[in-house]
């Protein structure tokens, strides 16, 4: 995916002057070679420079890792670490970027270390994070930061995509074509937060992208991208009349995102759907839509701008396309009881169907077709309704999340794991039957108590752990979770 950063960490050793310095550099030799050995070299860059309680030091390693192009850094405390030269770097590396800092230690390897080769890296690690709240540097540190050269390796690999997202969330741009649908309060939200977090926003009118559109009339292009729609469906190519629609109103929407990508490098789109979209573009976007998601360019529904955020965060952990969804209707009793009941480990109120109009990417859904919308169809003539892509999600892991503004400017999120599973909807959309445990707790105690609206952002695969770290790094003030013990706001005595 070309939309999202590729992330490159800078590992600097740091090391406490009344202890050897070949202490920390041959631990941080270890180290790398650890990290090549099980996931290759290519997200890591090991600076030679050892900080050894020196603003000097500190200098030149950050001019090294800056010049070798990182876009994150590990401060890794081979022993005890000097604390003011250690944050420093950190400091002056974020002041400097903007890009996200860890911090982990050295364990000692064995019984012989303790005599006279002890690091005291576990002590050190104390004093790091102390001085890096007297500094107010945003750092992360893993849930047990010390440990060997394999150990700390993983660390560093499970610091990727966190990375990824926050240097991505940063870079990002949003391109709304609005406003949102009468009656759609719930996906209109303050947008200061986004500015707060970096994220640039460029609001346009549905004219705008109406005016667009109709200057694509007669594209060179169109016929090659209705070809390659074609190949995408196969059978499932229901509205074959509507591929040149649906070709240049792609194009459109590319040649807009170069057009108006400004300073930024990466970019999402918050997109207008209904109800004027159908009767003057002829069609509904929706395929289109899930073809720019599946490229890592998510495209949210009904101009919901946090939604979009969001798709774009799971995106930047997973490296995969992510869908966004109506947390939608309940799963009938008589379904329940046919198919899940004593088959998964679910109770009824963990289970729900996630649904939006046809958003989600092909690759994702059983037997996706190309479609009219039957919703809008009630309303409108069905020609105008053709270009959902619907069917059922396919079975697997699954992590809902969502990043959102409060009305009064605060900023929550809440994530959660669960599995789509393979049960057959017998209904219409990109829609899937979803269990999470204790959803039915999480609705009340989470969503519904904190206000959170009815879009929720779908990574494919369990990623709660970075997503959690994400939404900590930024300073989420809330965020919620799925959990068996009592919420705050839950009747400690209703059974």
Request: charged content about 20%; glycine content about 8%; overall charge negative.
């Amino acid at each position: 995916m070309n939309n999202i950063p590729q992330i490159k960490i800078g590992i600097v050793a740091v090391s406490r002057d009344c202890f050897p310095e070949s202490l920390s550099v041959n631990r941080r030799k270890a180290l790398v070679a650890a990290y090549k050995s099980k996931y290759g070299g290519g997200d890591i860059y090991e600076c030679p420079v050892c900080i050894v309680e020196s603003e000097l030091h500190m200098q030149q390693a950050l001019d090294d890792v800056l010049k070798h192009g990182c876009n994150a850094l590990c401060v890794y405390l081979g022993n005890f670490g000097p604390e003011i030269a250690e944050t420093m770097l950190a400091q002056n590396f974020a002041r400097m970027t903007g890009n996200p800092v860890m911090f982990c230690a050295a364990a000692e390897e064995n019984i012989g270390v303790l005599s006279s080769d002890r690091g005291d890296a576990f002590c050190g690690m104390l004093n790091a994070s102390y001085n890096l709240k007297l500094r107010g540097v945003k750092a992360y540190i893993p849930e047990y930061p010390v440990g060997n050269a394999e150990y700390c390796a993983e660390l560093i690999h499970g610091f990727v995509p966190i990375a990824r997202a926050l240097v991505g969330i940063k870079n990002l741009k949003i391109i709304s074509f609005g406003p949102r649908p009468q009656n759609f309060f719930a996906c209109n939200a303050p947008i200061q937060q986004l500015y707060n977090l970096g994220v640039e926003v460029e609001e346009n009118s549905e004219l705008d992208l109406f005016e667009s559109f109709k200057n694509h009339a007669g594209d060179k292009r169109i016929e090659e991208v209705a070809a390659d729609m074609a190949r995408e469906l196969g059978a499932g190519n229901k509205k074959p009349e509507i591929l040149a629609k649906l070709a240049q109103y792609e194009l459109t929407l590319l040649d807009w995102i170069e057009a108006h990508r400004g300073s930024k490098k990466y970019v999402a789109i918050a997109g207008k759907c209904w109800p004027a979209f159908q009767t003057q573009f002829g069609f509904v976007p929706c395929y289109v839509n899930s073809r720019l998601t599946g490229r890592g360019i998510p495209v949210s529904c009904e101009v919901d701008i946090y939604g979009a955020l969001s798709e774009y965060m799971g995106t930047c952990v997973t490296g995969e396309s992510v869908t966004l969804l109506d947390i939608n209707n309940t799963v009938p009793q008589e379904m329940y009881k046919n198919d899940i009941e004593g088959k998964f480990p679910y109770k009824f109120t963990d289970t729900f169907m996630g649904f939006h109009c046809g958003n989600t990417c092909s690759q994702r859904l059983c037997n996706p077709e190309m479609k009219y919308q039957k919703i809008m169809a009630r309303s409108l003539p069905q020609e105008v309704t053709n270009g959902t892509l619907e069917g059922d999600i396919k079975a697997g892991d699954i992590t809902f999340y969502r990043l959102q503004s409060t009305a009064d400017n605060h900023l929550y999120s809440y994530v959660a794991e669960g599995e789509v599973l393979p049960v057959a909807t017998r209904s219409f959309g990109s829609i899937g039957v979803f269990a999470i445990p204790e959803m039915g707790r999480f609705y009340r105690h989470v969503l519904i108590e904190n206000g959170f609206p009815h879009h929720g952002a779908v990574a494919f695969g369990h990623c709660g752990k970075s997503m959690f770290e994400v939404f900590k790094y930024l300073g989420a003030e809330k965020i919620g979770y799925n959990q068996r013990e009592k919420y705050p706001t839950e009747n400690p005595f209703d059974d």
